[in-house]
Nanobody
C-alpha cells in the first residue's frame, strides 16, 4: 500500500521559514516525479513545485520562485520543500504528490493527506 506522509507544517510569522517533508512508502520512489501542491481556503489546488525523477530538473510557479526550494533524497524516499520569506499568501494546506507515466499502464498518481501552513503575525 502506497503512503505519502507530509510533515513540517505549522504557524510561522511573515518572513519566516518552514521545511516540509513528505515520506513515501510502498512505491519505487526514485522512479516518480514528486510535486508539492497547495490549496488556499476557497481556492483550487495549485501546483507549487516539482522535481523530476533523478532530481536534475526542478520547476516552480512564479509566486514562489526564489523563495521555495524543492529537493529529494531517494535513499530516504523523501521529498522536501524549503520555504523561505513566507508571507500571508502562502497560507494553505500543502500536499505531496507522486506521479509517474508509463506507456503501457498510463499515469499513476498518489497523494498525501496534506499539512497546514499558516503565515500570520
Amino acid at each position: 500500500q502506497v503512503q505519502l506522509v507530509e510533515s513540517g507544517g505549522g504557524l510561522v510569522q511573515p518572513g519566516g521559514s518552514l521545511r516540509l517533508s513528505c515520506a513515501a512508502t510502498g512505491l519505487a520512489f526514485s522512479l516518480y516525479e514528486m510535486k508539492w501542491y497547495r490549496q488556499r481556503p476557497g481556492e483550487e489546488r495549485e501546483l507549487v513545485a516539482r522535481i523530476k525523477s533523478g532530481g536534475g530538473i526542478r520547476a516552480y510557479v512564479p509566486a514562489v520562485k526564489g523563495r521555495f526550494s524543492i529537493s529529494r533524497d531517494d535513499a530516504k524516499n523523501t521529498v522536501f520543500l524549503q520555504m523561505n520569506s513566507l508571507n500571508t499568501e502562502d497560507t494553505a494546506v500543502y500536499y505531496c504528490n507522486a506521479n509517474r507515466y508509463e506507456e503501457l499502464t498510463g499515469e499513476t498518481d498518489y497523494w498525501g493527506q496534506g499539512t497546514q501552513v499558516t503565515v500570520s503575525s
